[in-house]
Protein backbone atom coordinates (compact mmCIF):
# COMPACT_ATOMS: atom_id res chain seq x y z
CA UNK A 1 0.00 0.00 0.00
CA UNK A 2 2.57 2.40 0.98
CA UNK A 3 4.66 1.55 -2.59
CA UNK A 4 1.25 2.45 -3.79
CA UNK A 5 0.84 5.55 -2.42
CA UNK A 6 4.06 7.27 -3.90
CA UNK A 7 2.37 7.46 -7.17
CA UNK A 8 0.41 10.70 -8.01
CA UNK A 9 -2.55 8.72 -10.06
CA UNK A 10 -2.87 5.88 -7.05
CA UNK A 11 -3.42 8.90 -4.59
CA UNK A 12 -6.15 10.90 -7.14
CA UNK A 13 -7.83 7.56 -6.80
CA UNK A 14 -7.55 6.93 -3.15
CA UNK A 15 -9.18 10.83 -2.49
CA UNK A 16 -11.72 9.81 -5.64
CA UNK A 17 -12.81 6.44 -4.24
CA UNK A 18 -13.02 7.67 -0.67
CA UNK A 19 -15.10 10.95 -1.15
CA UNK A 20 -17.64 8.70 -3.70
CA UNK A 21 -17.81 5.89 -0.95
CA UNK A 22 -18.58 8.65 1.92
CA UNK A 23 -21.51 10.64 -0.22
CA UNK A 24 -22.58 6.87 -1.10
CA UNK A 25 -22.10 5.66 2.74
CA UNK A 26 -24.30 8.71 4.30
CA UNK A 27 -27.15 8.14 1.30
CA UNK A 28 -27.17 4.60 1.41
CA UNK A 29 -28.84 3.97 4.49
CA UNK A 30 -31.62 6.59 3.29
CA UNK A 31 -32.04 4.30 -0.20
CA UNK A 32 -32.21 1.18 2.14
CA UNK A 33 -34.53 2.27 4.53
CA UNK A 34 -36.81 4.20 1.83
CA UNK A 35 -36.62 0.80 -0.31
CA UNK A 36 -35.33 3.30 -3.14
CA UNK A 37 -32.31 0.51 -4.41
CA UNK A 38 -33.78 0.45 -7.98
CA UNK A 39 -33.84 4.47 -8.21
CA UNK A 40 -30.01 3.72 -8.03
CA UNK A 41 -30.26 1.57 -10.88
CA UNK A 42 -33.03 4.08 -12.45
CA UNK A 43 -30.95 7.36 -12.19
CA UNK A 44 -27.88 5.02 -13.50
CA UNK A 45 -29.17 4.45 -16.56
CA UNK A 46 -30.78 8.31 -16.82
CA UNK A 47 -27.13 9.27 -16.60
CA UNK A 48 -26.21 6.81 -19.52
CA UNK A 49 -28.47 8.68 -21.97
CA UNK A 50 -27.10 12.04 -21.01
CA UNK A 51 -23.81 10.41 -21.59
CA UNK A 52 -24.67 9.47 -25.17
CA UNK A 53 -26.82 12.51 -25.99
CA UNK A 54 -23.47 14.32 -25.16
CA UNK A 55 -21.58 12.09 -27.13
CA UNK A 56 -24.55 12.32 -29.83
CA UNK A 57 -24.17 16.59 -29.48
CA UNK A 58 -20.19 16.31 -29.59
CA UNK A 59 -19.81 18.34 -26.35
CA UNK A 60 -18.84 17.20 -22.51
CA UNK A 61 -20.44 14.05 -21.47
CA UNK A 62 -21.28 14.35 -18.14
CA UNK A 63 -21.80 18.22 -18.40
CA UNK A 64 -25.29 16.72 -20.20
CA UNK A 65 -25.41 13.64 -17.94
CA UNK A 66 -25.92 16.09 -14.98
CA UNK A 67 -28.65 17.82 -15.56
CA UNK A 68 -30.36 15.54 -17.73
CA UNK A 69 -30.12 13.09 -14.65
CA UNK A 70 -31.12 15.62 -12.28
CA UNK A 71 -34.38 16.36 -14.32
CA UNK A 72 -35.76 12.95 -14.09
CA UNK A 73 -35.34 12.13 -10.73
CA UNK A 74 -37.25 15.22 -9.82
CA UNK A 75 -39.73 13.77 -12.62
CA UNK A 76 -39.80 10.81 -10.95
CA UNK A 77 -40.53 12.35 -7.26
CA UNK A 78 -43.18 14.70 -9.08
CA UNK A 79 -45.16 11.77 -10.64
CA UNK A 80 -44.93 9.64 -7.45
CA UNK A 81 -46.23 12.26 -5.79
CA UNK A 82 -49.08 13.22 -7.71
CA UNK A 83 -49.73 9.34 -8.36
CA UNK A 84 -51.44 6.88 -7.18
CA UNK A 85 -48.39 5.00 -8.41
CA UNK A 86 -45.72 3.59 -6.78
CA UNK A 87 -42.62 4.60 -6.95
CA UNK A 88 -40.88 1.82 -8.24
CA UNK A 89 -43.80 1.81 -11.18
CA UNK A 90 -42.74 5.52 -11.93
CA UNK A 91 -38.64 4.89 -11.70
CA UNK A 92 -39.52 1.66 -14.23
CA UNK A 93 -41.36 3.88 -16.35
CA UNK A 94 -38.26 6.25 -16.87
CA UNK A 95 -35.81 3.65 -16.48
CA UNK A 96 -37.12 2.42 -19.98
CA UNK A 97 -37.60 5.79 -21.41
CA UNK A 98 -33.41 6.63 -20.64
CA UNK A 99 -32.50 3.49 -21.66
CA UNK A 100 -34.57 3.82 -25.32
CA UNK A 101 -33.09 7.79 -25.78
CA UNK A 102 -29.92 6.16 -24.35
CA UNK A 103 -29.32 3.43 -27.29
CA UNK A 104 -30.95 6.00 -29.76
CA UNK A 105 -28.36 8.95 -29.26
CA UNK A 106 -25.41 6.27 -29.37
CA UNK A 107 -26.72 4.69 -32.19
CA UNK A 108 -26.63 8.39 -33.52
CA UNK A 109 -22.99 8.88 -32.31
CA UNK A 110 -21.10 7.17 -34.54
CA UNK A 111 -17.55 6.92 -33.37
CA UNK A 112 -18.19 7.69 -30.14
CA UNK A 113 -19.50 3.90 -28.64
CA UNK A 114 -15.74 3.86 -27.41
CA UNK A 115 -16.03 6.48 -24.78
CA UNK A 116 -19.27 5.02 -23.60
CA UNK A 117 -17.88 2.07 -22.94
CA UNK A 118 -15.60 4.13 -20.96
CA UNK A 119 -18.38 5.31 -18.64
CA UNK A 120 -19.98 2.29 -18.94
CA UNK A 121 -17.54 0.41 -16.56
CA UNK A 122 -15.49 3.85 -14.69
CA UNK A 123 -11.61 3.98 -13.77
CA UNK A 124 -11.01 5.31 -10.45
CA UNK A 125 -7.09 4.52 -11.66
CA UNK A 126 -7.87 7.57 -14.24
CA UNK A 127 -9.02 9.87 -11.88
CA UNK A 128 -7.73 13.67 -13.49
CA UNK A 129 -7.16 16.77 -10.85
CA UNK A 130 -10.65 18.10 -12.88
CA UNK A 131 -12.59 14.96 -11.43
CA UNK A 132 -11.21 15.37 -8.11
CA UNK A 133 -12.23 19.05 -7.63
CA UNK A 134 -15.96 18.38 -9.07
CA UNK A 135 -16.20 15.63 -6.31
CA UNK A 136 -15.00 17.90 -3.70
CA UNK A 137 -17.10 20.14 -4.23
CA UNK A 138 -20.28 18.04 -4.06
CA UNK A 139 -18.91 16.66 -0.74
CA UNK A 140 -19.13 20.29 0.35
CA UNK A 141 -22.47 20.18 -1.15
CA UNK A 142 -23.44 17.15 0.86
CA UNK A 143 -22.29 18.76 4.13
CA UNK A 144 -25.16 20.98 3.93
CA UNK A 145 -27.50 18.54 4.18
CA UNK A 146 -26.29 17.51 7.47
CA UNK A 147 -28.51 19.45 9.35
CA UNK A 148 -31.78 18.42 7.60
CA UNK A 149 -29.91 14.44 8.46
CA UNK A 150 -32.46 14.54 11.30
CA UNK A 151 -35.65 15.37 9.51
CA UNK A 152 -34.80 13.02 6.59
CA UNK A 153 -33.92 10.20 9.22
CA UNK A 154 -37.57 11.07 11.13
CA UNK A 155 -39.10 10.53 7.76
CA UNK A 156 -37.65 7.85 6.68
CA UNK A 157 -38.30 5.95 9.83
CA UNK A 158 -42.13 7.06 10.11
CA UNK A 159 -43.22 9.13 7.48
CA UNK A 160 -46.64 9.48 8.41
CA UNK A 161 -45.69 10.69 12.21
CA UNK A 162 -43.29 13.09 10.23
CA UNK A 163 -45.96 14.65 7.84
CA UNK A 164 -48.61 14.70 10.68
CA UNK A 165 -45.62 16.96 12.99
CA UNK A 166 -45.55 19.44 9.66
CA UNK A 167 -42.11 18.35 8.20
CA UNK A 168 -41.91 19.27 4.92
CA UNK A 169 -41.61 16.12 3.69
CA UNK A 170 -42.07 16.41 -0.09
CA UNK A 171 -39.80 18.95 -0.48
CA UNK A 172 -37.14 16.99 1.42
CA UNK A 173 -38.06 14.32 -1.21
CA UNK A 174 -37.15 16.42 -4.40
CA UNK A 175 -34.20 17.75 -2.20
CA UNK A 176 -32.70 13.77 -1.66
CA UNK A 177 -33.75 13.28 -4.80
CA UNK A 178 -32.05 16.06 -6.76
CA UNK A 179 -29.22 15.01 -4.62
CA UNK A 180 -28.72 11.84 -5.00
CA UNK A 181 -28.29 12.63 -8.85
CA UNK A 182 -25.82 15.07 -8.69
CA UNK A 183 -23.65 12.63 -6.27
CA UNK A 184 -24.24 9.51 -8.99
CA UNK A 185 -23.62 10.96 -12.22
CA UNK A 186 -19.75 12.00 -10.64
CA UNK A 187 -19.27 9.19 -9.07
CA UNK A 188 -19.85 7.43 -12.70
CA UNK A 189 -16.88 8.61 -13.94
CA UNK A 190 -15.00 6.89 -11.35
CA UNK A 191 -16.90 3.88 -11.11
CA UNK A 192 -19.44 3.69 -14.05
CA UNK A 193 -22.96 3.71 -15.01
CA UNK A 194 -23.23 -0.30 -14.56
CA UNK A 195 -21.45 -0.17 -10.85
CA UNK A 196 -22.50 2.97 -9.50
CA UNK A 197 -26.26 1.80 -7.98
CA UNK A 198 -23.77 -0.69 -5.73
CA UNK A 199 -22.16 1.73 -4.08
CA UNK A 200 -25.18 3.19 -2.84
CA UNK A 201 -27.14 -0.18 -1.76
CA UNK A 202 -24.62 -2.69 -0.76
CA UNK A 203 -22.80 -0.21 2.42
CA UNK A 204 -26.32 0.64 3.41
CA UNK A 205 -27.52 -3.36 3.02
CA UNK A 206 -24.50 -4.80 4.88
CA UNK A 207 -25.11 -2.31 7.70
CA UNK A 208 -28.92 -2.70 7.87
CA UNK A 209 -27.95 -6.02 8.67
CA UNK A 210 -26.33 -5.14 12.09
CA UNK A 211 -27.46 -2.50 12.75
CA UNK A 212 -29.58 -1.91 15.83
CA UNK A 213 -30.84 2.09 15.32
CA UNK A 214 -30.38 4.59 12.27
CA UNK A 215 -27.72 6.36 13.49
CA UNK A 216 -25.93 3.24 13.99
CA UNK A 217 -26.50 2.41 10.49
CA UNK A 218 -25.54 5.51 9.05
CA UNK A 219 -22.34 5.53 11.02
CA UNK A 220 -21.63 1.36 10.10
CA UNK A 221 -22.47 2.29 6.24
CA UNK A 222 -19.73 4.68 5.89
CA UNK A 223 -17.13 2.69 7.51
CA UNK A 224 -18.05 -0.09 5.20
CA UNK A 225 -18.13 2.12 2.34
CA UNK A 226 -14.64 3.16 2.96
CA UNK A 227 -13.26 0.26 4.23
CA UNK A 228 -14.28 -1.17 1.07
CA UNK A 229 -12.63 1.35 -1.00
CA UNK A 230 -9.17 1.16 0.55
CA UNK A 231 -9.15 -2.53 0.19
CA UNK A 232 -10.57 -2.52 -3.32
CA UNK A 233 -8.07 0.30 -4.48
CA UNK A 234 -5.28 -2.26 -3.15
CA UNK A 235 -6.70 -5.54 -4.45
CA UNK A 236 -6.87 -3.60 -7.76
CA UNK A 237 -3.31 -2.43 -7.85
CA UNK A 238 -1.72 -5.42 -7.02
CA UNK A 239 -4.24 -8.08 -8.83
CA UNK A 240 -4.33 -5.16 -11.68
CA UNK A 241 -8.13 -6.29 -11.49
CA UNK A 242 -10.24 -3.30 -12.30
CA UNK A 243 -10.63 -0.91 -9.66
CA UNK A 244 -14.57 0.10 -9.87
CA UNK A 245 -15.58 -4.03 -9.46
CA UNK A 246 -12.87 -4.62 -6.84
CA UNK A 247 -14.19 -2.56 -4.51
CA UNK A 248 -18.01 -3.47 -5.30
CA UNK A 249 -16.29 -6.73 -4.99
CA UNK A 250 -15.62 -5.81 -1.42
CA UNK A 251 -18.90 -4.30 -0.50
CA UNK A 252 -20.64 -7.61 -1.48
CA UNK A 253 -17.95 -9.64 0.56
CA UNK A 254 -18.92 -7.42 3.55
CA UNK A 255 -22.46 -8.01 2.89
CA UNK A 256 -21.98 -11.61 3.07
CA UNK A 257 -20.29 -11.26 6.09
CA UNK A 258 -23.08 -9.50 7.56
CA UNK A 259 -26.19 -12.11 6.66
CA UNK A 260 -24.05 -15.21 7.84
CA UNK A 261 -23.36 -13.26 11.04
CA UNK A 262 -27.65 -13.25 11.05
CA UNK A 263 -27.63 -16.72 10.72
CA UNK A 264 -26.46 -17.38 14.29
CA UNK A 265 -28.39 -16.56 17.24
CA UNK A 266 -27.62 -13.61 18.81
CA UNK A 267 -26.56 -11.85 15.66
CA UNK A 268 -27.56 -8.85 15.29
Known sequence: MLE??????????????????????????????????FLGDGLAHAAFAGVALG????????????????????????????????????????????????????????????????YLFGSLLAVGPADLWALGLVFLLGLFLLPLWGPLAYATLDRELALADRVPVGRHDYLLSGFIAVALVLAVKVVGILLVAAFLVIPGAAARLLARTFAGLTLLSLLLAALSTLIGLLASFLLDWPSGASVVLVQALFFALAFTKTLFPGGK
Do not use: C, W
Not at 10 to 34: E, K, T, W
Not at 76 to 90: G, N, P, Q
Open 55 to 118: LFLRGEPLGFALPFTFLVALAITFVKERTELSEDTAIGVFFALSVALGAVFLAKAKGYVGDAMG
Open 4 to 37: ALAYPFFQRALLAGLLVSLLSGLLSPLVVQRRLS
